[in-house]
């Protein structure tokens, strides 16, 4: 028999509606699954083994009591910690929340737990989600199922989504919650060899969302597939009057519009992604992508984006300005971290406090937005760059009047080695390149695993859809994923 | 532009960030580098762009004019609030002293 922990969403929650198992069952080994790799992935910063049987055990009751089950009905997930959860530890990964337990429960993961799925954990990340390789988190770093051949060095999972994407991975979560803000969902997902999606801007509340970027930031699932994707979305998107920037718009059936034939569709290859330089590899897996997408029936059209260079500095100037304003609420009077050192007044205990929570990253990217937001420097940083998002933005409406989605590679090499970025910020900023435009122009984009690279590694194709198009970007992804036929999983090591 | 000591001194404290001399010097090269790297920025043709506001054209709400019309969100939640303040006082947040 199959094990229960190779199953994704899908297949637990139809099996459990069958009674083909318990929800109990499902839990239980999930639970046994994350305890066993926590001392090497390091995937968790809290694990609620209580919660997962909990929600578990309602589940069967309902079913045995004939009640209608929830769409995520028995599925575990892990939950990312940056969404608040009521009672539950809450930290964004930084020292600066530890302790801080919710008094309130975010709206996605609310709806979640009501389509009735359960908790296994808060899944660690980068610091304030800021990090592409999970080496930011004060609970120490997440280390990625896979490894390269006959090397045993740990690899970065990815990030800031890292915890949901090595947990995935390792298949010790079905699925799990990610954010993007500049491709936190979708990088992760593509080194880990797993899919995930960042919806249209407001498709899913930010309440409850610790926030990092708020015009950027988005949530959505990371999970083995693109149907199990659709199905976690279709639960977490919805209408909330809490966050002033939800869509009020109904969630489409995306899960029943699956349909994988791209006749009739055109599929956009923008030329200025085709970077100087660029791996091999990645080169190829997007070929390979091209030729799937054709071979489903789609016209391949090229197309331009010429403001695709500009995509990366603007958003480091945009990100860390919001995110200055953002954090400043960390003062040690409310909640968190205090640090009152003998005899210090107000405003050295919210210097000394910020000094002792935040990791180097973070304070890193307060410093740039406060520069950029400073008096004398607005207008050359902030107002330019937001004028540069206009056009980037733009670069895309023009090229949608002639496409339906737009296929290209989700990042630009596949996983790296721990430390092997980290020294200089620059290097691991590049590492959002193919990532950052669709986040600026805030519309749905999702990686799929494409193959191996010669490493033996994930690499992950991405496709960017019209704003509210999230059923065409699955769709196309779906396409992909038929093809590609990406079976291969990390050797179990932990 | 680049930034020196002293203009970093300054960021750090409208950050509200205590910085040690080290860290300081440290931040220096570190800032200038992703500064020098986001200035490419100003060969972009901006003539009659407007910056943009919201990503996704979306109208403010507001809502109703109910008292507690969320109980999340409303009032009368004192205990609720300060359960996670470093050092409640009285039913109200604790801070140094700050009027001599």
């Known amino acids: 028999m199959t094990q229960l922990t190779d199953l994704g969403i899908a297949a637990i929650r139809d099996g459990v509606a069958k009674g083909d198992f318990t929800a109990t069952e499902v839990a239980t080994a999930f639970n046994a699954a994350v305890a066993a790799a926590q001392p090497a992935l390091n995937a968790f910063i809290v694990t609620t083994p209580e919660k997962a049987l909990e929600a578990a055990a309602k589940v069967d009751a309902d079913r045995a009591a004939g009640k209608a089950l929830g769409t995520m009905a028995g599925v575990p997930i892990g939950m990312k910690d940056l969404f608040a959860t009521h009672g539950t530890q809450t930290t964004a990964a930084s020292k600066i929340l530890e302790g801080f337990k919710p008094q309130y429960e975010s709206t996605v993961s609310q709806k979640l737990w009501d389509a009735g799925a359960g908790m296994l954990g808060k899944l660690n990340l980068d610091q304030f989600a800021m990090g592409s390789s ?35 991975a390792a298949r010790i979560a079905p699925a799990a919650t990610g954010t993007d803000t500049g491709g936190s969902i979708r990088q992760p997902a593509a080194f880990t060899g797993i899919s995930g999606i960042k919806p249209t801007y407001g498709r899913c509340s930010r309440w409850g969302v610790v926030a990092f970027a708020s015009s950027l930031d988005q949530a959505g699932p990371m999970a083995r597939d693109v149907t199990d994707c659709a199905i976690m979305l279709e ?63 789609a016209e391949i059209v090229e197309i331009s984006l010429p403001h695709t260079k500009y995509a990366l500095p603007t958003y480091y100037i945009i990100a860390p300005a919001e995110a200055s304003s953002n954090l400043a609420r960390y003062d040690g009077v409310r909640y968190g971290l205090r640090d009152l050192p003998d005899g210090a007044g107000l405003q050295d205990m919210y210097a000394a406090t910020r000094a002792a929570g935040f990791g180097p990253e973070v304070k890193r990217r307060i410093m740039i937005g406060t520069y950029v937001l400073s008096a004398g420097f607005y207008d050359a940083y902030y107002t330019q760059a937001q004028k540069v998002r206009t056009l980037i933005a733009r670069d895309f409406t023009e090229a949608f009047q002639q496409v339906d989605v737009i296929l290209v590679p989700t990042a630009p090499s596949s996983a790296f080695a721990l430390g092997e970025k980290s020294a200089d910020p620059l290097e691991m900023y590049l590492n959002d390149v193919f990532s950052v435009p669709a986040s600026l122009a805030g519309l749905p984009a999702m990686s799929v695993p494409a193959g191996l690279d010669r490493n033996g590694l994930p690499l992950g194709l991405q496709v960017i859809g019209k704003a509210f198009d999230e059923q065409g970007v699955l769709n196309a992804s779906l396409a992909l994923e038929q093809r590609a036929q990406f079976s291969a999983r990390p050797a179990k090591w932990w | 532009m680049s930034v020196d000591t002293a203009t970093v001194a300054k960021i750090a404290s409208l950050a509200r960030i205590k910085v040690t001399e080290a860290d300081l010097t440290a931040m220096v090269p570190e800032l200038n580098g992703i500064l020098a790297w986001v200035e490419q920025l100003g060969e972009v043709d901006v003539t009659g762009v407007e910056p943009m506001t919201a990503v996704i054209p979306n109208t403010q709400r507001l809502r109703d004019d109910v008292v507690n019309a969320d109980p999340l969100t409303g009032g009368d939640i004192r205990d609720a609030v300060l359960a996670n303040a470093p050092a409640p006082e009285h039913g109200f947040f604790g801070v140094p002293k700050v009027i001599e």
Not at chain 1, 145 to 155: E, F, I, S, V
């Open chain 1, 235 to 297: 639960a977490m998107a919805g209408f909330d009057p809490k966050d002033s920037t939800s869509l009020n718009l109904s969630v489409p059936e995306w899960t029943a519009g699956l349909n994988a034939d791209m006749k009739g569709k055109k599929v956009g290859i923008p030329r200025e992604y085709r970077l100087d330089g660029m791996d091999a590899d990645v080169a190829k897996s997007w070929d390979d992508g091209i030729a799937w997408l054709k071979d489903a029936g």
């Open chain 1, 134 to 168: 999970n080496e930011t988190s004060a609970f120490g770093n997440v280390i990625s199922p896979w490894r390269r051949p006959n090397d045993t060095a740990p690899l970065a999972p990815g990030g800031s989504s890292g915890g949901s994407s090595s947990a995935v």
